[in-house]
Structures are given as C-alpha cells and as structure tokens.
C-alpha cells in the first residue's frame, strides 16, 4: 500500500489531489498483482498513464501561470518519463504470463510514482507555497 | 498520517551546506524495502553526505528522513545512529582487528542476550559462507572474506536500511565482481532496502534497481533503470558516464541532421538549431557492404583487441564527415587482413541527441 503523506504534499490541492488518484490506481494495480487478476492491468496501467499525463499537463499549466522560473526544465522532466511509460504498458501487457513482467512492473509503478512524479515535484513546492502566501490566496485553479 | 506505508527509505527535500556552500540541493528520493538504489557521482557531489544525512552521521538541515514508519529526523527532531536501525558497510567502517569475526558480527547485538546473539550471529555468517571463520581474527583473512563479514556484521541486528559507501573499492577486479553478486543476492533474500554510493558506473548497473545520477551542483540529474540511464541518458553529461562517446555536431535543416552515416530526424531542437549527436562506440556497427540500412564508406586505421571486445578507429570517406574519426566497438577480434570496402552504420538504439543553446 503506498498512502502519500504529509511531507510528500506540495500543498497546492489541484496537484495533491491527483498525486493522491494516482495513488489510489497504483494501490489497485499492485492489489490486482497480489490477487492473481493480472489482466485488469491491461485496463489500469493504460488509465494510470492517461492520468499521468493529464496531471503533467495540469501541473505545467499552473506552473506556467504562477511564473515558476523552472517550468521548462520541469516540463522536460515530464517529457522524458515518455519512455518509462511505454516501458509500463509494455510490460502490462505481458503481466499474465511472465512473472518477471510482473515484478518489474511493480518495481517500475512504484519508483515512478514516488521518485519522478512527487518526488520531483517538490523542487517548486517552496515557491509556489510562497507565491501563495504574496497573494495572499490559493495558488490553484 | 505522517509517513509513508511503503517500506523503505523516504528522504524528502534535503538541502545540505558546510558553511556557505552548499552540497545537497534539495533532493528527495524513495528507496522501497527490497530495493537498491545507487547514487552515481564524481567526488565532491554530495552523495556521501546524503548517506551520512540518512545514517544520522551528518545533522539534518532541512527535510525530512522517515525510514518505515519512523521519522528519524526532520525540523527539532535526530535520531542517533544507533536508533535508526540502519546496517553500515562505509569505506572506512573496518572490521575491529583485536576482535575474531564471530565477536565482530555479535559486536551489533550488544541489545540481545548473549545467546541469542550468538545464534543469530552465526546465522548471518552462515547466509554470507563465513561460519566456519567465525574464530578467526581479520587479519587472517582474504579481503573478499573481510567484507563477507562486513555485511554479516551490517545485517546482524536486522537492519531496515542499509547503506553501502563504494563498499568494493578496495577489492581487485576479480574478487570484486564475485563479492558484489555475492552481496547482492545476500541483500535481495534479506529484503531489505539497500542505498549505495558509487562512482563507477558499471558498478551502480550490475547492482542497482534504480540509479540516482548526482551532478557536481548537489541536483539529481536524472534517475530511472540502469537501462533508462544507459538507453535514455537525459544530458550529454550522463551519456559521458558510460565511456567514451562518438561527437557529431549538426545543424537542423528542415528538421533533420545530415551525417555521412544517414539523415535522421531532430529532437526536440528549432530549425537551424546546433545539434551535438553523440554515438556510443557499439553504436557504429562495421560490415562488408552497405547493407539495407545505408551507411557510408570508411577506412579501418587500427584495431585493439580489448579481451571479448575490439576497439576499432574508422576514418569516414565520403558526405558531411568526410575525414572524421570515429571509434567502434566490435564483439571479438577486427580482422585487419579481411579485403573489400568496409562500410559503418548506426545503430540508433546507441545515438543520442541534445540541442545545444
Ligand atoms: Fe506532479
Ligand atoms: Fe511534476
């Protein structure tokens, strides 16, 4: 089970919020791993990427509207997960009938959710938390 | 709630500086129980200070370390060490020489009672082939059975974390491959989750389930599968780490890049835009004609037998690197007494592009 925590939250509810949908669909791949339905991973992992990339594109767009001065290097980081995406679908194809399919695809759902989704996130957590606090308001929408 | 549920080492937002400057930019990293993850850098780029800050070895200045579901430090709060349950192997973390090996590994149990202890410690060295050392003193032994002991020793009180600085450095090329798959699999059974620092890049492949490449500045320049790294390097810089590097520098013209060795489309780069493409040395592939793929005339100017492998310098002959040279990686032995036109194509699994500004 992964549960995301306070220290990993940006504290921006739009960016939270989908960490934590992308929590919950890790948490029903890995549970589907563990009950031996392999094949609803043809469905989620597709589902998990799709989000995956709206989120990306949610993220930049708020960035982009706060002024983050990193936002293309932030962008480019999302661009390069493109690959490890392809990797994740791939190997969700082939969960039913390789064992090693399935543990690496375990291994790959996890450190991509936690190291290059969130933790990569928090390079702008102090400054879209001090945006917030010059306008006085929410940085979100 | 405030950790995480999943097993493992959790560090997030860690700066660090010694004095005004600082080592440690604002990093996080996940390493699951089950896992290693290795931190690859040259000398001077943090990564053994994030170890120290993890092992509670260096005094946290920002962020937070949770491992399982214990904080051991953040803002007002360090555990010590020795309550953070981590096993240490460290380049200058040596076996006490007045000691015998079994005294060693039990030196970590001192919360047990003695008989436990010793069953437990025997155990540990029995799981790394070292039981019947277990009244031997270190000196007697080989320096691939010192460190056999060494992560006996790290392991013993059942660590949840373990942290392993260059832990083979001091091991010659032989006993070092055979005592890094020994350790492995010794941490792979254990389960638990294992954080290394290294500066050798085939180390950090051969070990790791995911590399952390640390720039010069404290940032994480990119982490990902040894295969993300080598097959999808992020920078011209991390491309480097795995040996030397054909250069071609192009310019897009209608979106592609001329080379004698074909037209390929440009990445990510603007029309007129300086392109370095690099090729790794197994990129360039050498055969007898020109085959389906193309590729360009060249001219074999010497041939090294490197073991299982050759390194072979080409000179191209015709189209936009007309008199360049090139190094190539063949499997075997060149045959230099071989006639016929020689001809080099790329194999663009092994070309990398990044736009210069
Ligand atoms: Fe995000
Ligand atoms: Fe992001």
Redesign the pocket.
């Known amino acids: 089970m992964v549960e995301i925590t306070r220290s990993y939250e940006?504290e921006v509810e739009t960016?939270d919020s989908?960490?934590r949908r992308?929590v919950k669909i890790i948490n029903e791949i890995t549970q589907a791993l563990d009950d031996k339905r392999e094949a609803e991973c043809a469905r989620l992992v597709p589902e998990f990427v799709t989000l995956s990339k709206q989120?990306?594109a949610r993220?930049e767009a708020l960035l982009a509207k706060n002024g983050y001065p990193g936002v293309e290097k932030h962008r480019e980081h999302?661009a390069a997960l493109d690959g490890k995406m392809d990797t994740m679908l791939a190997l969700a194809e082939r969960v039913v009938e390789s064992t090693a399919a399935r543990d690496a695809l375990r291994k790959e759902l996890i450190f991509f959710l936690m190291d290059d989704?969130?933790n990569?996130?928090m390079d702008f957590k102090s400054f879209l938390m001090d945006a917030a606090s010059r306008k006085g308001n929410s940085t979100d929408g | 709630m405030e950790t995480s549920a999943i097993q493992g080492l959790h560090m997030v937002g860690v700066y660090h500086s010694y004095g005004s400057t600082p080592v440690l930019n604002n990093i996080s990293l996940t390493v699951p129980a089950g896992e290693l993850v290795c931190l690859l850098g040259p000398s001077g780029c943090g990564k053994t200070t994030l170890l120290r800050v993890a092992a509670g070895l260096e005094r946290l200045q920002a962020g937070s370390v949770t491992i399982d579901e214990t904080v051991v430090a953040e803002a007002n709060l360090q555990l010590p060490p020795e309550d953070r349950r981590i096993g240490f192997m460290f380049q200058d973390y040596a076996l006490f020489p007045h000691l015998s090996v079994l005294e060693n590994v039990m030196f970590g149990l001192f919360r047990r009672d003695k008989a436990a202890a010793h069953t437990r410690a025997m155990d540990v060295l029995g799981q790394v082939g070292m039981a019947r050392f277990a009244d031997q003193h270190p000196h007697m032994l080989s320096g691939g059975q010192q460190q056999r002991v060494a992560l006996a020793r790290a392991l013993a009180p059942e660590p949840r974390l373990v942290l392993l600085d260059e832990p083979f450095s001091g091991l010659d090329t032989d006993m070092r491959g055979r005592i890094r798959e020994e350790t492995l699999s010794v941490l792979k059974q254990t389960n638990v989750a294992t954080l290394m620092v290294t500066h050798d890049p085939e180390e950090a492949m051969f070990m790791a389930d995911r590399i952390k490449v640390l720039g010069e500045n404290g940032r994480i320049l990119q982490a990902g599968r040894p295969a993300d790294i080598y097959y999808r390097p992020a920078s011209e810089y991390v491309a480097r780490l795995f040996g030397p590097m054909n250069m071609i520098d192009a310019v897009v013209t209608q979106g592609k890049l001329a080379s004698s060795f074909g037209i390929m489309a440009a990445k990510r780069a603007a029309e007129g835009q300086v392109v370095r493409v690099l090729i790794r040395p197994e990129g360039l592939i050498l055969s007898n004609g020109a085959g389906a793929e193309g590729g360009t005339p060249v001219d074999v100017l010497s041939a090294h037998l490197l073991g299982d492998s050759s390194m072979v310098r080409i000179q191209v002959r015709e189209g936009a690197n007309r008199g360049e040279e090139f190094q190539v990686r063949i499997a075997g032995a060149f045959d230099l007494t071989e006639k016929g036109q020689i001809w080099a194509h790329v194999d663009p699994r092994h070309v990398f592009q990044y736009p210069q500004d």
């Open positions: 940006i960016i989908d960490h992308l989120h990306f993220e999302h989704v969130i990569e996130d």
